[in-house]
């Protein structure tokens, strides 16, 4: 086990609850320790440093936006992070039930003078799986402004029910052929929905999470700041109600990734997801 707190520095309020449930993303002040955002710092530089076979390059043209996949399948401190940190006790008071499942972690790195935006979207139509209970947890190790490429919630979007065909992350990713597996209706054009939108713009101090519903509408600018970063890692996890499903988009099934994972992915529509791929991370246990 990690020698560093597992708990918050402070419980999840019921405000913070309900914010989430109403508006499908609330930012939670003040949760991570400052210990824990030292030791991730340097964890990302080895990251960075070092790319797994899943990452991807975005930016096409200055500075540098990088995304990286299952990162705590093959580093220690990313694996603290996402199993043995405060986070799975956030997860766990967000969506409740009998236990959490971590599903992956995904680093998301913009440098300064990055022009590079993340793209309109929603979570879910990128997974294999479909519930109520899939959360996200968006951790930075900077502090993040609205011109270093804060987060941008649609409020409330999440809470129709439907999903729209996902976006690839940078045209040569090589997500397209797998997202395109997805038979849904195009995302919405920003401009039916953004004139009469309520945005939630999470500027953030380390130490804070944003928790977001794998359905509400989000979208993030390049890192126009020229001296500061935007190292962020979201961490998925799953609650009592995820299933698979065999007709949705599979990211997971990228060559790059399928090789990453800890064994073969391999389900029918219902199954609960399980095995070394998707640990239980609550409760906790001393070995898990």
């Not at 400052?34 to 960075?48: N, Q, S, Y």
């Amino acid at each position: 086990m990690s020698s560093l707190s597992s708990s918050p520095l402070r419980p999840v309020s019921e405000q913070e609850q309900q914010a989430y449930q109403r508006d499908g993303a609330v930012v939670l002040r003040g949760l991570i320790a400052p210990e824990w955002i030292d030791r991730m710092r340097a964890a990302v530089e080895r990251a960075l440093q070092r790319p797994g076979v899943g990452a991807v390059e975005y930016a096409e043209g200055k500075g540098r936006f990088l995304g990286d996949f299952l990162l705590w399948m093959r580093d220690h401190d990313f694996d603290d992070f996402a199993r043995r940190s405060p986070l799975p006790e956030i997860a766990s008071a967000l969506l409740g039930g009998s236990q959490v499942r971590l599903f992956y972690d995904q680093l998301l790195v913009k440098e300064p003078n990055t022009q590079e935006e993340t793209p309109w979207h929603q979570d879910l139509p990128y997974w294999p799986v479909h519930g109520n209970d899939i959360l996200s947890l968006w951790v930075p190790f900077d502090r993040v402004t609205a011109e270093s490429g804060a987060m941008r919630y649609v409020k409330g979007s999440h809470a129709a029910g439907a999903l729209y065909q996902p976006t690839p992350f940078g045209r040569n990713s090589g997500f397209a052929s797998v997202l395109a597996a997805a038979d849904l209706p195009p995302f919405p054009d920003t401009s039916a929905f953004l004139r009469d939108a309520n945005i939630l713009v999470c500027e953030m101090a380390p130490g804070d999470v944003i928790a977001h519903h794998p359905l509400v509408f989000h979208w993030s600018p390049g890192n126009l700041d020229p001296d500061h970063r935007r190292r962020a890692l979201a961490l998925r996890y799953l609650g009592d109600d995820a299933i698979f499903d065999e007709s949705a988009a599979n990211f997971l099934a990228h060559p790059n990734l399928a090789k990453q994972l800890r064994e073969p992915l391999q389900f029918k529509t219902g199954d609960r997801p399980g095995g070394a791929n998707f640990p239980i991370v609550w409760p906790r246990a001393e070995t898990n």
